[in-house]
């Protein structure tokens, strides 16, 4: 019996191998849409009592500073937007305001139809 001849076999499984890899970097991909589809609202303690909310994830096709003109205008709030991409963070450009605007801005987007409410998060409590 040769032994050389039966290591030169093929593997049976190669392709499917092949196949798992090709599936799990599609799944992984349209993971990552998914959750670039999503905006998270967030407050943040800063001292004391006061607090900033940031919005994350919004289309980066919008004009993130005329949103934000007419939510400070309609909130009596300040606000800027922050590119964190600069930062070292890969979040894309985020929209700062002072105080707790959860409600505000997750309200102002649903009436102005810049995201649909089943797409976006709201973090921290209250």
Do not use: W, Y
């Not at 050389?4 to 991909?29: I, M, N, R, Y």
Request: with cysteine.
């Amino acid at each position: 019996m040769d032994l050389d001849a039966l290591s030169g076999s093929k593997d049976p499984f190669a392709a499917l191998d092949e196949e798992d890899a090709d599936k799990a970097a599609a799944a992984e991909e349209q993971d990552a849409r998914a959750k670039a589809e999503i905006v998270h609202i967030r407050v943040q303690q800063r001292n004391g009592r006061k607090c900033i909310t940031t919005v994350q994830g919004l289309n980066q096709d919008l004009d993130l500073k005329r949103i934000l003109k007419v939510i400070k205008k309609q909130h009596c709030c300040n606000g800027t937007v922050v590119d964190a991409d600069a930062e070292g963070k890969n979040m894309g450009e985020v929209l700062q305001l002072q105080g707790d605007q959860r409600a505000n801005i997750h309200k102002f987007l649903v009436d102005n139809e810049l995201h649909p409410a089943d797409k976006i998060k709201i973090h921290g409590h209250g």
